[in-house]
């Protein structure tokens, strides 16, 4: 059963597995909370219609997953869970399969901005997500770097969540649409609204 601040965003991905997309939206949390050696990370999670995503990216260094069997490679194995925070601090997105085996780490998103409007200040890593998710079947989540996690879709930011609340009004929200935001367990989660609620 879906975290009831969660399930709003999963409710917007209808082709994606929502179990595996939640537990990378907790993972990204972890991220944004922990950071790494001292400092905030940033990354991104491709998330199902992996085939594809892998076609529209490729390896910034060798894959340090390349070759390990997908029993090890489960984003629900506290192994793996760890490991993915070693590698988040290296350059590049995770590629996550439907069933949720992380098939590959540190790749480069080839990014086209052609039909993408972000807001301005978001960098490199949030086009990529737009990107990838505007010409694949995938959901993208991103942790950057100023600890606040998004989730693309076709495109676009359908939520931001924010682990910190006391950053909550430090930030614009980025949304196109209505939102709404509601706070529970030290998460703030914004979510798009289709504007009768």
Same mark, same amino acid.
């Given at each position: 059963m879906a975290h009831r601040l969660l399930k709003k965003v999963l409710d917007q991905t209808d082709y994606v597995n929502?179990?595996?997309? !939640?537990?990378? @939206?907790?993972?990204?949390?972890?991220?944004? *909370? !922990? /950071? $790494? !050696? $001292?400092?905030?990370? /940033?990354?991104?999670?491709?998330?199902?219609? %992996? !085939?594809n995503a892998l076609k529209h990216s490729k390896p910034l260094i060798l894959d340090p997953l390349f070759g390990h069997p997908d029993d090890r490679k489960r984003i629900d194995d506290p192994n793996m869970r760890e490991t993915i925070k070693e590698l988040a601090l290296l350059d590049g997105a995770f590629v996550v399969s439907d069933e949720g085996v992380c098939l590959s780490a540190c790749r480069y998103i080839d990014a086209s901005v052609e039909d993408i409007e972000l807001p301005l200040g978001l960098g490199s890593r949030h086009?990529?997500?737009? %990107?990838?998710?505007?010409?694949?079947?995938?959901?993208?989540?991103?942790? %950057? +770097?100023?600890?606040?996690?998004?989730?693309?879709?076709? /495109?676009?930011? @359908?939520?931001?969540?924010?682990? +910190?609340?006391?950053?909550?009004?430090?930030?614009?929200?980025?949304?196109? *649409?209505?939102?709404?935001?509601?706070?529970? +367990?030290?998460i703030t989660a914004e979510s798009e609204t289709d504007g009768s609620a």
């Amino acid at each position: 059963m879906a975290h009831r601040l969660l399930k709003k965003v999963l409710d917007q991905t209808d082709y994606v597995n929502k179990t595996t997309l !939640e537990k990378i @939206i907790w993972l990204a949390i972890e991220i944004a *909370r !922990e /950071g $790494g !050696e $001292g400092r905030k990370v /940033g990354t991104l999670f491709v998330i199902s219609d %992996s !085939e594809n995503a892998l076609k529209h990216s490729k390896p910034l260094i060798l894959d340090p997953l390349f070759g390990h069997p997908d029993d090890r490679k489960r984003i629900d194995d506290p192994n793996m869970r760890e490991t993915i925070k070693e590698l988040a601090l290296l350059d590049g997105a995770f590629v996550v399969s439907d069933e949720g085996v992380c098939l590959s780490a540190c790749r480069y998103i080839d990014a086209s901005v052609e039909d993408i409007e972000l807001p301005l200040g978001l960098g490199s890593r949030h086009v990529a997500a737009a %990107s990838i998710t505007k010409r694949t079947r995938s959901v993208a989540v991103v942790v %950057s +770097e100023s600890a606040i996690v998004r989730v693309f879709s076709h /495109g676009d930011i @359908i939520s931001r969540i924010i682990p +910190e609340i006391w950053l909550l009004s430090r930030h614009d929200r980025h949304m196109k *649409r209505a939102y709404r935001e509601e706070a529970d +367990e030290g998460i703030t989660a914004e979510s798009e609204t289709d504007g009768s609620a």
